[in-house]
């Protein structure tokens, strides 16, 4: 057997008709620069998560930037996150010239650990960023209210979590600025880069639809420095059909979680661990296993890929080194990162696929 890690194929085929017709539809109008199926998507997305303002934007990364640049994030200012994330969540704190102050992470969901928060807050702290890895929400009760507690604000990375909760409400809304990717493999994925930010924030929503034209109050005329961040027409045209049977793969994510946990609870590893108060998107479904290498190995020789989200924590990347880091630093980032394996996940995974998979642990 042959196992397809993401099966983007198999859900284009799925949607194909109603896709292309999409396409074909921006391509007949030359839409192609913020045309209406922005706007569609835009009251889509505020529909589905609940959130007042959703902002599509140009990727998951530059949601991020988005969100930060509204708040004025600037160099000097500390901003609290998570080592054990893709690179960017710290990147774009460096880029504007902020410093990322790392905070290690819970060692069941792999989240920033709320309780170690407050011992990194300084006077130069304004925001924390917590990221929902591998689909499920961080403590947010309990990060909103140290954020409250110390005047700091909250943006959220979600670029894995779109659609998951937190006290049944969608990640999108907690926090002050939620981000989003439509990155192809991430739960919902466009045919390219996309990306969303939301707020319930009027003022912000305006300053962050400014920023992703160039900072522009009115055509050529230009408030803040901005960035060119706008999503494509085409991009939205494929969100807007894929987001109407979102709700189903949501639950079909969950069912094959379910499936894999049932039967792997037998064996030698780790499973992914959802807080009764969560629920995941399931962007990924990542075991520990202590020989990771030689189990990939096996796997692999099996049809069955994995892959390793992530194996070097942030602290000790080269670019971030001049932040004066050490290994040791982080010690639960650092062994997850040793351990951390995920397997196939996709909304289409049979159960014989399942079984087989299942069937090399
Ligand atoms: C994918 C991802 C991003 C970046 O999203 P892009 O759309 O690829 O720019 C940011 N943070 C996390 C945690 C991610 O997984």
């Known amino acids: 057997m042959k196992i397809d890690f993401a099966k983007l194929q198999d859900q284009y085929q799925l949607y194909k008709t109603e896709i292309d017709e999409a396409i074909q539809a921006v391509l007949n109008k030359s839409n192609y620069i913020m045309g209406e199926e922005i706007t569609q998507l835009e009251e889509s997305l505020q529909e589905f998560t609940k959130a007042k303002f959703a902002i599509s ?4 990364t530059d949601a991020l930037l988005l969100a930060m640049m509204a708040l004025d994030i600037k160099p000097g200012d500390e901003i609290i996150t998570t080592p054990f994330t893709f690179i960017a969540t710290a990147e774009t704190i460096a880029f504007l010239g902020a410093t990322p102050v790392f905070v290690d992470i819970d060692e069941k969901t792999y989240n920033l650990d709320a309780s170690l928060i407050e011992e990194k807050i300084t006077s130069k702290t304004k925001a924390i960023i917590p990221v929902s890895i591998y689909g499920q929400p961080a403590d947010m009760q309990k990060i909103q209210d140290i954020a409250n507690k ?3 604000k909250v943006i959220i990375d979600g670029a894995q979590s779109f659609g998951s909760t937190f006290n049944n409400i969608t990640d999108s809304v907690w926090g002050d600025i939620s981000t989003t990717s439509f ?10 880069d996309g990306g969303a930010v939301f707020t319930a924030n009027e003022e912000l929503a305006e300053k962050m639809k400014s920023l992703r ?10 408030k803040y420095i901005g960035m060119g961040g706008r999503l494509d027409t085409i991009q939205a045209a494929i969100l807007n ?12 994510r969950q069912e094959v979680a379910s499936k894999y946990t049932k ?3 037998r064996k030698d590893l780790v499973l992914p661990y959802v807080d009764k108060k969560a629920t995941s998107a399931w962007a990924q479904y990542s075991v ?9 190995e096996k796997l692999k020789e099996a049809g069955i890929p994995t892959a390793v989200h992530y194996p070097k924590p942030l602290h000790i990347q080269e670019c971030f080194e001049y932040l004066g880091y050490k290994k040791g630093g982080f010690p639960i980032s650092e062994i997850v990162s040793e351990e951390i394996m995920s397997l196939p996940m996709n909304p289409y995974l049979t159960d014989e696929e399942i079984e087989y998979i299942i069937g090399y642990f």
Do not use: I, M, T
Request: hydrophobic residues 30%; charged residues 25%.
């Open 241 to 252: 059909v894929k987001l109407k049977y979102y709700e189903k793969d949501l639950a079909l």
């Open 213 to 222: 034209v160039h900072g522009q109050s009115k055509r050529y005329h230009h």
């Open 263 to 265: 039967s792997l609870a």
């Open 288 to 296: 520990r296993v202590k020989n990771r290498d030689s189990v990939q």
């Open 57 to 60: 934007c140009s990727s998951g």
């Open 150 to 152: 110390h005047n700091l």
């Open 183 to 192: 990155f192809p493999a991430k739960p919902l994925g466009c045919f390219g």
